[in-house]
Structures are given as structure tokens and as C-alpha cells.
């Protein structure tokens, strides 16, 4: 069993950054990967970036790339998602999640509540 819990989301104007905090708990973390989606109104879960909580290695979607990074803290059993240059299409609620596989969500089983994040332009 594995929990993990968002926070640091906001409004924040288009060009302007944002640093979201996921807190993981768990016997089992390190078997587990740390996934960030996305969900924007009338759209489906989107991928954002991962992290194999063992070796620390990432995944990060080509639509944000270079623009987001995904990085763990192990002693505070943190994960961050650092949010550059954003724009307004990525105003979205954005969950932190774990799982077994890199990209898709179905394969996370744990999810945290979500934290919304507007962009304004």
C-alpha cells in the first residue's frame, strides 16, 4: 500500500513557474514509480512526468519537456514536479500517482486528490 499526497498548486500567470509537492508514504515505495498527470476539463488523464523512486531516473512527456522536470527527495520521501515557462494549456488539475509502469495511468494504482494549477494568460 502506497499513499501519496499533492500540494502546491495556484494561480500563476502565463511565463511564471510553480514547484508541486507530492508526499509518498509507504513499506513498498521503492518498488513503485512516481507518476505526475494532468486532467484539464473535457480532456483525458495526460502523462506529465515519472520517476523510478529506486535509482531516481525520469520520464518526461514530449509536451512539456524542457519546460517540466521531475525530481525525489529520499530522505524526506518528497517527490516535486518543477513547473517553467508556463503556458495556459497547462492549466489543469494535476494528481500525483504510483505505480508499475511509466506513462499510462491505468497502471497506477494510487492516486493522490489532485491539486488545481491555472495558468492566466
Known amino acids: 500500500q502506497v499513499q501519496v499526497v499533492e500540494s502546491g498548486g495556484g494561480l500563476v500567470q502565463a511565463g511564471g513557474s510553480l514547484r508541486l509537492s507530492c508526499a509518498a508514504s509507504?513499506?513498498?515505495?521503492?518498488?513503485?514509480?512516481i507518476g505526475w498527470f494532468r486532467q484539464a476539463p473535457g480532456k483525458e488523464r495526460e502523462f506529465v512526468t515519472a520517476i523510478n523512486w529506486s535509482d531516481g531516473s525520469t520520464y518526461v512527456a514530449d509536451t512539456v519537456k524542457g519546460r517540466f522536470t521531475g525530481s525525489r527527495d529520499n530522505a524526506k520521501n518528497m517527490v516535486y514536479l518543477q513547473m517553467n515557462r508556463l503556458k495556459p494549456e497547462d492549466t489543469a488539475v494535476y494528481y500525483c500517482?504510483?505505480?508499475?509502469?511509466?506513462?499510462?495511468?491505468?497502471?497506477?494504482?494510487?492516486w493522490g486528490q489532485g491539486t488545481q494549477v491555472t495558468v492566466s494568460s
Open positions: 509507504g513499506r513498498t515505495l521503492s518498488r513503485y514509480i
Open positions: 500517482a504510483a505505480g508499475r509502469d511509466g506513462s499510462d495511468p491505468s497502471l497506477y494504482p494510487y
